[in-house]
């Protein structure tokens, strides 16, 4: 399970180092592609086989599935770490993410995600004050 929060910046040419725990967690080779909420989404090979299986579950016939798949395939493409640790971002991913310089880089079960800084604080700022509520509506009977 990924988790824990690191911060990096992206450099001149578009590089990010990814803290050798995330490294060792995900492996050499990796998937990296647009996320929702205006991030990135990293998957080891493993996390994204299931992904990729569960897409192809869906009916290309329903008009959201073919919109999804458009959206999360087309910016994906296999990564590799370099010497160092870092990882180079493509101009899409970065416009997606809006990322200048500061990033966040997080554990998400399954997945890292890559944020702007200013991006990530921006949405926690917004949902801290909800999260009591979240929490009930997802979890309502689990500890009853």
């Known amino acids: ?7 990096h910046n992206l450099d001149e040419k578009k590089r990010l180092i990814i803290p050798s725990k995330f490294r060792e967690e995900i492996g050499n080779k990796f998937i990296i592609t647009k996320g929702l909420d205006g991030c990135l989404y990293v998957y080891s090979m493993e ?9 192809k579950a869906l009916s290309f016939t329903k008009k ?4 999804f798949k458009r959206f999360f395939l087309s910016s994906a493409s296999l990564c590799e770490f370099d010497k160092q640790g870092r ?6 991913l970065v416009e997606h993410a809006s990322i200048i310089k500061e990033c966040v880089i997080i554990g998400v079960d399954d997945r890292l995600e890559i944020w702007a800084l200013e991006k990530l604080n ?8 909800k999260l009591d509520e979240i929490a009930e509506n997802l979890f309502e009977d689990d500890y009853a």
């Open 47 to 55: 996390s994204w086989e299931k992904i990729i299986n569960k897409l």
């Open 64 to 67: 959201d599935a073919r919109t």
């Open 1 to 7: 399970m990924l988790i824990g929060e690191y911060y």
């Open 87 to 92: 990882i180079t971002l493509n101009a899409s």
């Open 122 to 129: 921006t949405l926690m700022d917004l949902t801290k004050d």
